[in-house]
T-cell receptor
């Protein structure tokens, strides 16, 4: 079945550091790729999504590019802030089946210190 | 106002007891979902529903039942709670089955089974 792998379980950075969270996927068909963010005490919320090869999604300074060749959708931000501390989930949805549902990666907990 | 609410927000249950988790949405969405969140596993789909009075099994339905009495309400039922069902449970809604659709999550219910 479809799957999503996030390499980093936890990331600790200082403010203004560069962030990369790796996301690779395995899917039949042509999935839509998502990044969700979960702040403490809240449910996940959509950060952004992309549905075509080479499409870049972006929001709040975060960005990721859909790469069908390497089956990747890595999350990047040039300069993180303490307020970015949260859990980040990469997910996919395969629209080729009769019911499309989200498949989530394991999540990456980001901690940013001042 | 929050569009997806869950109750209770926290619950302690005894092994073998019955637990009902409730979800209410004001998004006027047709699709509703129940996920469980475990460290290292991300979010996994338990049950979902696309119309009132109908529910479908997700990826990990064993030990869980679901009920959708109306478009707005979706419940998750643990008939015989077990230690392994200790987790955080999230309800979500969307206006489409998947593909490009965004899912809107509630704040979660932390369930501890003793």
């Amino acid at each position: 079945g479809d799957s999503v792998t996030q390499t980093e379980g936890q990331v600790a950075l200082s403010e203004e550091d560069f962030l990369t969270i790796h996301c690779n996927y395995s899917a039949s068909g042509y999935p839509t790729l998502f990044w969700y963010v979960q702040y403490p005490g809240e449910g996940p919320q959509l950060l952004f999504r992309a549905s075509r090869d080479k499409e870049k999604g972006s929001s709040r300074g975060f960005e990721a590019t859909y790469d069908k060749g390497t089956t990747s959708f890595h999350l990047r931000k040039a300069s993180v802030q303490e307020s970015d501390s949260a859990v980040y989930y990469c997910a996919l949805s395969d629209a080729s089946s009769s019911f499309s549902k989200l498949v989530f990666g394991q999540g990456t907990s980001l901690s940013v210190v001042p | 106002e929050a569009a997806v609410t869950q109750s209770p927000r926290s619950k302690v249950a005894v092994t073998g007891g019955k637990v009902t988790l409730s979800c209410h949405q004001t998004n006027n969405h047709d699709y509703m979902y129940w996920y469980r969140q475990d460290t290292g596993h991300g979010l996994r789909l338990i049950h979902y529903s696309y119309v009132a009075d109908s529910t479908e099994k997700g990826d990990i339905p064993d030990g869980y039942k679901a009920s959708r009495p109306s478009q707005e309400n979706f419940s998750l039922i643990l008939e015989l709670a077990s230690l392994s069902q200790t987790a955080v449970y999230f309800c979500a809604s969307s206006d489409a089955a998947g593909g490009f659709a965004e899912q809107f999550f509630g704040p979660g219910t932390r369930l501890t089974v003793l």
